[in-house]
């Protein structure tokens, strides 16, 4: 064995030579591991081995760019020297893959003659997650492999292909069995040599391009398909127009030309540093200061839920799709019915639906109407209607049947969940486990931690939140928590915005403008207006009692703000509008013109201060831990990075000079946080609080 530096060897099998690659944890193409790949290939070359197989150790393929050096100047070999060595090896190469070859991995893996994956393999170009493309001709090579639409497909979505589909596409030549991907890769080489296989170079073959040319419809019907998806977003067109110049050009050296340009465009602007940062920021959520990697979990191996309303059936699906048992209980044989059968229809109904995984998942699924049932679970979760005294029973039930160690966790959105817990005699197993609706779809969890918590139910929390594929952020008791507390800043500005002159789609129109999905009027029609309005109590006091008064209660009665058509596509409503001006006559006000600025302004600083306020009174235990929330609950654009980023970016002065003039006109709605000013004071960024 060579020992080629700290992170490659290079060693022989007979006669084909083995580069292996071991840089934890997912052999990122840092500046040793290119270096390594480099010399380990030139010495492979230079021995007497017939063919060179490529491997990597630990748990996965190189995973890609090492993304800590971006930004930085370059060190060590280039990645282009090592992809011409390997590409220009007058003996077959072949990758070895096991678990992801993405982003500049694969483009490696691309200039090997040959490659081989285990079944649980994945293959794919996430760069445009990252605001980029890949920049080491991947959009060059993929299309020319795997043909145009699919490569358009694969570089927008960073989706990452399974083996079978890989083989199927002919990204991988071969499937070997699980486990065995050394001897498979070696076997292969010697096939190769044996049969005299050619050296393929995926940059000479054309076949693939050729349904394209002189088709420009091919990439303009892609992106009218994709309009909504990419909105906002730079990335996903560059890398459409990577694919159009591999199309295009006289030469495969051409179309990396344009490759490398747009590369260092999207790499030098705000998208992809944002985009990179929120990479950071979602891993660094789940580390928890004083709940460290080693922290023992208890096992959840079976779930109770309470209430199966529209939280308690999305939160069940997510363990029954995991494989985690449910017991669901409700009040009523009705309510639990209701239940059981909007769970199935969403099942149903989701895409790729197949019968007999939804029977697996339902056979999951077992109802009662007794709380009794879950004296075995692990976790239960309460999800019934939001009041503090119908919480206060159900925790002195579950306390009372639950077994011992069983976490008990609730769904409230606002109350205090200290004052939950204080009814159990066993405070130190209550957590939140706040979902987001629609919970089986909506990526976000927060985690609340009350004041007696326990650590492992909190590390149990996170481990299970994984599991079920959500993203956590760690959060403390404070009204709202970390998610809607924020909201609830914008929420008052739109509503003020428009009793001072500017109309709901005003509104709207500059916060979607903004990068998110919707704002918060056709959010509320969305919603339903009549969520929390109460008929017999509406005395026509504010906007919405008039509306709701009037039956215009959102998307479902074909008008709230909006007025709707058969397609529900919305309108600005005259309706509306006169409510609007009605109010604002009877308040002796005058309505006033109000610039786009002055709305996006009032809406997004206050939601930066009060990030600060929540930081400095410990309920979050970063600034991204705030831009994580916002960015997977609420929409708020990856390419902004979150509020908090967003804040930095602006510049902390900024926003506090701004906060203060709005101050000074309008009260203390915008009063700024001590953090804001503290931060201000001593120069520094909102990134830079630490606790
Ligand atoms: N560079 C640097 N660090 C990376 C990294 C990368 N490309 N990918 C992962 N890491 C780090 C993570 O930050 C994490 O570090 P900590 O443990 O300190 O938090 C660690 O590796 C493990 O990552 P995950 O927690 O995400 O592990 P996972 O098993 O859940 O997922 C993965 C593994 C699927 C590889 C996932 O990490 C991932 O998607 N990584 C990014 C892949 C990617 O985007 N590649 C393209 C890079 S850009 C490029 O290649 C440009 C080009 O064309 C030249
Ligand atoms: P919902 O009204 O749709 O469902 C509540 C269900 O609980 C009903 O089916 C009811 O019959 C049942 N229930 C009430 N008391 C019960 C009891 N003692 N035992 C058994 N079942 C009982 O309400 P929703 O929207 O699902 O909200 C539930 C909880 O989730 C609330 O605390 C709410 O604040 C929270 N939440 C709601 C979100 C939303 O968007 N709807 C988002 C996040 C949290």
């Keep these: 064995m060579t020992e080629i530096n700290s992170v490659t060897t290079l060693t022989q099998d007979g006669d084909v030579a083995i580069v292996t ?47 800590t050096e971006f930004g930085g100047a370059m060190k060590g070999a280039s990645l282009p020297d090592v992809q011409a060595m390997m590409e220009n090896s007058p003996k077959p190469v072949i990758a070895a893959i096991h678990g992801t070859a993405l982003g500049g991995g694969l483009e490696v893996a691309l200039c090997a003659h040959y490659r081989v994956a285990v079944p649980s393999a994945r293959l794919g170009l996430p760069e445009v997650n990252l605001g980029l493309l890949p920049g080491a001709g991947g959009t060059q090579r993929l299309p020319r492999i795997a043909g145009v639409e699919k490569a ?50 995926v940059r000479e073959n054309n076949a693939k391009l050729e349904p394209a040319k002189g088709h420009p419809e091919v990439f303009d019907n892609f992106r009218k398909a994709n309009a909504r998806k990419f909105r906002g977003f730079l990335a996903p067109e560059y890398n459409i127009r990577c ?62 839920i309470l209430g199966a309303g529209t939280m308690g059936g999305g939160i069940a699906m997510n363990f029954a799709n995991a494989g985690i048992p449910v017991t669901i209980v409700e009040l009523k044989q009705d309510a639990l019915d209701r239940g059981l059968k909007t769970i199935r229809s969403n099942y149903e109904r989701s895409r790729g639906a197949v019968a007999e995984q939804t029977e697996k998942r339902m056979g999951l699924l077992t109802g009662s109407l007794d709380m009794d049932a879950f004296a075995d679970c692990d976790l239960v ?37 200290d004052e939950i817990a204080s009814v159990t005699k066993r405070p130190e197993d209550v957590i939140g486990l706040h979902f987001f609706s629609p919970a089986n779809v909506m990526k976000l969890l927060e985690i609340v931690r009350a004041d007696k918590t326990a650590r492992d139910v909190i590390a149990t929390s996170m481990k299970l939140a994984k599991q079920i594929g959500k993203i956590a952020v760690l959060v403390g008791v404070t009204p709202g928590f970390v998610g809607n507390r924020i909201l609830g800043q914008r929420q008052r500005e739109a509503q003020k915005l428009v009793m001072e002159g500017a109309m709901p789609w005003d509104v709207d129109r500059v916060l979607y403008d903004f990068g998110f999905p919707m704002g918060p009027f ?23 009692d008039v509306l709701c008064e009037m039956d215009r209660r959102g998307q479902k009665t074909g008008a709230g703000y909006y007025d709707y058509d058969e397609n529900r596509n919305a309108k600005p409503s005259p309706v509306t509008e006169k409510i609007i001006n009605d109010f604002i006559a009877k308040s002796g ?52 990075g979150g509020p908090m980023y967003y804040g930095d970016q602006l510049g902390a002065d900024k926003v506090l000079a701004k906060m203060k003039e709005f101050q000074g006109a309008m009260g203390d709605d915008f009063k700024p946080a001590a953090l804001l000013e503290k931060t201000v004071a001593e120069g520094k960024k909102l990134s830079d609080f630490k606790r």
């Design 522 to 544: 056709a959010m509320s029609d969305l919603a339903g207006l009549d969520i929390g309005w109460v008929k017999e109590k509406s005395k026509g006091e504010s906007i919405r």
């Design 152 to 201: 358009l497909e694969m570089m927008t979505s960073g989706r990452h292909a399974p083996a079978k589909e890989a083989l199927e596409m002919g990204l991988v030549d071969e499937i070997v069995p699980e486990g065995q991907l050394k001897e498979g890769a070696v076997a292969f080489a010697r096939k190769a040599v044996a049969e005299g296989k050619p050296l393929v170079k």
């Design 381 to 417: 979760i309460e999800a019934v209607f939001e009041r503090m005294d119908i919480k206060k029973d159900v925790f002195t039930n579950l306390d009372r049947i639950c077994k011992p160690g069983a976490i008990l966790a609730t769904n409230t959105s606002a109350l205090n969940i």
């Design 21 to 67: 690659l071991n840089s934890p944890p997912v052999n990122a193409l840092s500046a040793n591991v290119r270096d390594g790949l480099y010399e380990g290939f030139k010495q492979a070359i230079a021995s007497d081995a017939k063919a060179i197989v490529l491997i990597c150790e630990g748990r996965t393929f190189i995973a890609g760019a090492d993304i």
């Design 243 to 304: 694919v159009e110049a591999a199309v295009n050009s006289a030469s495969f050296d051409e179309g990396l030309g344009v490759e490398r340009k747009l590369f260092m465009e999207l790499m030098m602007g705000p998208q992809s540093a944002a985009q990179r940062y929120y990479f950071f920021a979602e891993r660094q959520a789940n580390k928890i200061p004083d709940v460290p990697d080693d922290t023992p979990t208890r096992p959840i191996n079976k779930v109770g």
């Design 589 to 640: 006000r005058n309505p006033r013109k109000i610039s786009d600025e002055e709305i996006l302004e009032r809406c997004i600083y206050p939601m930066i201060n009060e990030g600060a306020k929540i930081l400095d009174e410990g309920k979050a235990i970063r600034p991204s831990d705030i831009d994580v929330v916002w960015v997977n609950g609420y929409g708020w654009p990856v390419y902004r």
